[in-house]
């Protein structure tokens, strides 16, 4: 699920990059406008990433459910 969500972020990064450069070299707008909406979806699954690296620590003596917890956080953060 780590991996899935890292390579969704690297491509949506990418795009976001290539729709900001075409955006301004061709003057579009609208390709701007949905280059920042692709950056807020890059915030978004890169906040999911950091809840499935959190969730996956093993528990501790004060924390003895884990921290499964952070996804559902982070999910409600998301929302």
Same mark, same amino acid.
Request: without cysteine.
């Given at each position: 699920?780590?991996?899935?969500?890292? *390579?969704? &972020?690297? =491509?949506?990064? =990418?795009?976001?990059?290539? +729709?900001?450069?075409?955006? $301004?070299?061709?003057?579009? %707008?609208?390709? =701007?406008? @949905? #280059?920042?909406?692709?950056?807020? @979806?890059?915030?978004? $699954?890169? %906040?999911? *990433? *950091?809840?499935?690296?959190?969730?996956?620590? #093993?528990?501790?003596?004060?924390?003895?459910?884990?921290?499964?917890?952070? +996804?559902?956080?982070?999910?409600? =953060? &998301? %929302?």
């Amino acid at each position: 699920m780590k991996t899935r969500l890292f *390579w969704s &972020i690297i =491509i949506n990064i =990418i795009i976001t990059i290539f +729709e900001i450069v075409i955006g $301004l070299v061709s003057g579009s %707008l609208s390709l =701007i406008s @949905d #280059a920042v909406h692709n950056f807020t @979806d890059v915030g978004s $699954l890169t %906040l999911s *990433w *950091w809840g499935v690296k959190i969730s996956s620590k #093993a528990p501790t003596p004060n924390k003895t459910y884990g921290f499964k917890r952070a +996804e559902i956080l982070i999910a409600f =953060i &998301i %929302l």
